[in-house]
């Protein structure tokens, strides 16, 4: 699994969105994009969550496509 780091989009910026992540079989997003806000109690237990992905190893799932 690769991670891919990117900057959020502006309208994530504009929605509160702090960081998101979202694995894909190529280089672009896939359909299910995990967000996290700034006014999220646990976000950085989310944060780290959503960075280890290391339970996909081995899945058909290639890349792990992070904004902040």
Same mark, same amino acid.
């Given at each position: 699994?690769?991670?891919?780091?990117?900057? $959020?989009?502006?309208?994530?910026?504009? *929605?509160? /969105? #702090?960081?998101?992540?979202? $694995?894909?079989?190529?280089?672009?997003? *896939?359909? /299910? #994009?995990?967000?996290?806000?700034?006014?999220?109690?646990?976000?950085?237990?989310?944060?780290?969550?959503?960075?280890?992905?290391?339970?996909?190893?081995?899945?058909?799932?290639?890349?792990?496509?992070?904004?902040?």
């Amino acid at each position: 699994m690769t991670k891919l780091y990117r900057k $959020l989009t502006e309208n994530q910026k504009k *929605g509160g /969105v #702090i960081f998101s992540s979202s $694995l894909s079989i190529d280089k672009n997003e *896939g359909s /299910v #994009i995990h967000e996290v806000l700034q006014t999220d109690d646990d976000k950085d237990i989310k944060m780290e969550r959503l960075t280890d992905d290391s339970f996909f190893n081995g899945s058909h799932f290639k890349y792990n496509i992070i904004r902040n």
